[in-house]
């Protein structure tokens, strides 16, 4: 117990010095939103957002805060270890990726691209059992899951997903299926992996769900 405790003090305390380098990095009239380190493998260290949408990389070595667009209203770093991309981010509610193609100066240079016009969510991947790296769905319900390069999966008239946690993972429940959506029919389609990193539409479930949440407490999904 006091060992935990010690560790959750830790967790506790570097949080909040986390929070505070934010703070003091802050713009001069404006305040930090969030903050989230990079990937390991990036050449920044952290990327910041600012209440006013601004979105800033910032590099603890040189000290320097480079600004890497506006407008924006949520964001997400990439995590898949073979994923080109180093974020995904809301503007103007449409999605977008951002790629670090060099440095210019002492900031990094990306190029940003929209994959998905008025998205409702989206997700990035962390797992190297899979080649998808994030998936996004769109307010006209459109589900889109993306490996490094292009689309490998794509459904209509979805009402809302969840990507499974175990695929791959040997012995757990669904380990075969990347993910689940929830049709507008409120019926459950699995989305079943390939040998060749390919997936496919699986057997829609037997009953209806009242939400994804639904069925991942129904079926014990984690």
């Keep these: 117990m006091k060992l935990l405790s010690v560790l959750l003090l830790t967790a506790i305390v570097s949080g909040n010095a986390f929070a505070a380098d934010c703070a003091t990095r802050a713009p001069r009239g404006s305040e930090w939103k969030e903050c989230k380190n990079a990937r390991s493998n990036a050449s920044v260290d952290q990327y910041l957002l600012t209440t006013d949408g601004d979105l800033y990389a910032y ?99 979805v009402e809302d997903y969840l990507l499974n946690r175990n695929y791959g993972s040997k012995g757990k429940s669904f380990s075969s299926y990347v993910a689940f959506t929830l049709g507008y029919d409120h019926y459950i389609t699995k989305v079943k992996g390939q040998s060749d990193d390919s997936y496919i539409k699986a057997k829609e479930s037997a009953r209806t769900y009242d939400s994804i949440q639904d069925f991942k407490k129904a079926m014990n999904v984690e």
């Design 59 to 157: 590099i603890t070595k040189i000290d320097t805060l480079c600004q890497v667009t506006s407008g924006v209203s949520d964001f997400k770093n990439s995590l898949h270890p073979k994923d080109a991309a180093v974020m995904y981010y809301v503007r103007g509610g449409d999605l977008y990726v951002a790629n670090e193609v060099k440095v210019k100066g002492q900031c990094p240079s990306m190029t940003k691209k929209m994959i998905m016009p008025n998205v409702k969510k989206f997700s990035v991947v962390g797992t190297n059992n899979t080649t998808i790296v994030n998936t996004a769905l769109s307010k006209s319900g459109e589900f889109v899951a993306w490996d490094n390069v292009k689309p490998v999966y794509k459904d209509i008239l």
